[in-house]
T-cell receptor, first 113, second 114 residues
């Protein structure tokens, strides 16, 4: 079946540090890949997505590239801010599966001054 | 637009009690879904609906019922609550059920079953 594996958290960084959150997936076919962000006390928000191999999703300074050869979709940001503190979820939607998402376990990011 | 709203925000039940978690959206979205979020397990799909009158099971449907009588509302019913249903529940909606449509999530309902 489909699955998503994310790096364990929490990840603690200083402001302006470089961020990488690893995500790998298992799926048949060519799934679409997503990163969602959950700020404290709120629901999830779509951060970025990629729908085919080698696509790069980007938003708010965050980027992730769909790597089919390594089945990965790592999230990166060059300079994090305190306001980026949140839980980040990697997710996939399998080919032909409509909008049903399979989520990773989430990675908590804490950014300190 | 209020987006996706969920009520209540918090609920405590005793084992065996029943309740309904409410979800409503004002974006005229066809697709709605329910997820539960548990520590160390991410979010898992409970039930979903591709339009009024059409529902289907997700990954973890046991113990939950849904119906979709209107486009706006998608309530989740627990007929006989169990401690294993202690979780945070999120409702989501998107314009259609195809993967290129962004899903919008509600703020969640935190349920504790004693």
């Amino acid at each position: 079946g489909n699955s998503v594996t994310q790096m364990e958290g929490p990840v603690t960084l200083s402001e302006e540090a470089f961020l990488t959150i690893n995500c790998t997936y298992t799926a048949t076919g060519y799934p679409s890949l997503f990163w969602y962000v959950q700020y404290p006390g709120e629901g999830l928000q779509l951060l970025l997505k990629a729908t085919k191999a080698d696509d790069k999703g980007s938003n708010k300074g965050f980027e992730a590239t769909y790597r089919k050869e390594t089945t990965s979709f790592h999230l990166e940001k060059g300079s994090v801010q305190v306001s980026d503190s949140a839980v980040y979820f990697c997710a996939l939607a399998r080919t032909g599966g409509g909008n049903k998402l399979t989520f990773g376990t989430g990675t908590q990011l804490k950014v300190e001054l | 637009n209020a987006g996706v709203t969920q009520t209540p925000k918090f609920q405590v039940l005793k084992t065996g009690q029943s309740m309904t978690l409410q979800c409503a959206q004002d974006m005229n979205h066809e697709y709605m879904s329910w997820y539960r979020q548990d520590p160390g397990m991410g979010l898992r799909l409970i039930h979903y609906s591709v339009g009024a009158g059409i529902t289907d099971q997700g990954e973890v449907p046991n113990g939950y019922n849904v119906s979709r009588s209107t486009t706006e509302d998608f309530p989740l019913r627990l007929l006989s609550a169990a401690p294993s249903q202690t979780s945070v529940y999120f409702c989501a909606s998107s314009r259609t059920g195809t993967v290129d449509n962004e899903q919008f999530f509600g703020p969640g309902t935190r349920l504790t079953v004693l």
